[in-house]
């Protein structure tokens, strides 16, 4: 009876700790699931800044989005400043922000959606005559991450490619940036299967709302305090404080001794 007891009690024992280690790998295979779905859902793009005068770090490090053909800074060696903006229509500061582009012979990335291309074609021919670079903010605008297929991935980003063709006959500079900085991994593979770049930012402040537009002073606090080496700027072309303040900002930043570079410059 008592050895009977030990094979009982042997045999519990196994069962215990088969069971231990069946719950720890179905444990661990949940986990991996679960991370491989936030890798494919949506990622709002996001920075964290703990020493002024030096790059931020963003949500995804630049090391995790090189492998997809993605940056979100340039050369952090070089006080080298790196223009980008955005704009989803035309709110008529944009000729005013090519002027001091061209007087400070700075040249920008200007992202575009369809309805600019579409609205404001003679702005778009100016952008490319002085030498910017016109990229793809997609045709419609929309939250990117929520686009699951291949073709409606390629609709919106060569739609866009189309519009500009026909504007301006050139072909569109293959970088990519997604509105609302919102994103998947998901996303990124496709841009990079289209032969796109994808660019986020290290740099920007809320200057997209129309009816309540910063103060030349917050616009400084923040763009003069946080710039960095190898920022990508992010401004938006439809704000009327960055037409005002664009020439003087220009002139703050090369006082600071920073220099601009291009996004191509970012490739090699």
Not at 22 to 47: D, M, P, Q, Y
Not at 139 to 161: C, V
Not at 183 to 208: C, G, I, P, R
């Amino acid at each position: 009876m008592k050895r009977l007891n030990f094979k009982i009690v042997i045999i519990y024992l196994l069962l215990i700790i088969f069971f231990y280690f069946l719950g720890g790998g179905i444990a661990i295979l949940a986990n991996t699931h679960r991370n491989v779905l936030v890798k494919e859902s949506e990622e709002n793009w996001g920075l964290g800044f703990s020493t002024e005068g030096q790059p931020p770090t963003g949500n995804v490090s630049a090391n995790e989005l090189k492998t997809y053909d993605s940056y979100y800074l340039g050369n952090t060696d070089k006080k080298i400043i790196y223009l980008t903006f955005d704009a989803g229509y035309e709110n008529g500061y944009t000729p005013a922000i090519l002027d001091a582009l061209k007087k400070h012979n700075v040249k920008a990335t200007f992202f575009l959606v369809g309805n600019y291309i579409t609205s404001s074609p003679d702005l778009v021919k100016r952008m490319v005559d002085e030498g910017h670079n016109v990229a793809n903010h997609t045709y419609s605008h929309p939250n990117m991450s929520k686009i699951s297929t291949k073709e409606a991935f390629r609709k919106e980003i060569e739609d866009l490619e189309n519009a500009f063709r026909e504007v301006t006959g050139q072909e569109l500079k293959k970088y990519y940036r997604p509105p609302q900085g919102k994103y998947s991994e998901n996303n990124l593979k496709m841009a990079q299967e289209l032969d796109y770049k994808t660019f986020f930012w290290s740099l920007a402040y809320v200057d997209w709302y129309n009816d309540k537009q910063p103060t030349k002073e917050e616009a400084f606090k923040k763009l003069l305090g946080r710039i960095h080496p190898g920022a990508i700027v992010l401004l938006h072309s439809t704000s009327k404080t960055n037409s005002e303040i664009l020439d003087e900002l220009l002139t703050k930043w090369e006082e600071m001794g920073y220099i601009f570079g291009t996004l191509d410059d970012i490739e090699k």
